[in-house]
């Protein structure tokens, strides 16, 4: 379970599609924000017979720099959450 935050008594009735990523691809300092851009890894042609990466946007955030700092502290809090115990349990919900 996550770290008791000041946020609960949360109505989450917009219907906001969850969005997959593989990676978080930049960082960007916005003021007291930061925007968060999230992508996606794939496999595409190099037009020589070979294969690069590409990184494909799926999401951006703009979040305040504080949020960030309770996350990052909210997930280490968290050691199941590392990217081999992600991987191993396909549909885990983070809350």
């Not at 990676?23 to 070979?50: H, I, W, Y």
Request: charged content about 25%; aromatic content about 6%.
């Amino acid at each position: 379970m996550f770290a008791k935050t000041p946020f609960e008594n949360v109505v989450d009735n917009w219907s906001v599609a969850d969005t997959f990523c593989t990676d978080m691809v930049k960082v960007e300092k916005l003021g007291p924000c930061a925007r968060l851009t999230f992508a996606v890894r794939q496999s595409a042609s190099d037009g020589r017979g070979g294969t690069q990466l590409e990184y494909h946007v799926v999401a951006k955030l703009i979040v305040p720099c504080d949020a960030l700092v309770m996350m990052g502290g909210t997930l280490v809090q968290r050691p199941d959450l590392t990217p081999e115990a992600k991987a191993s349990e396909p549909g885990r919900e983070l809350h």
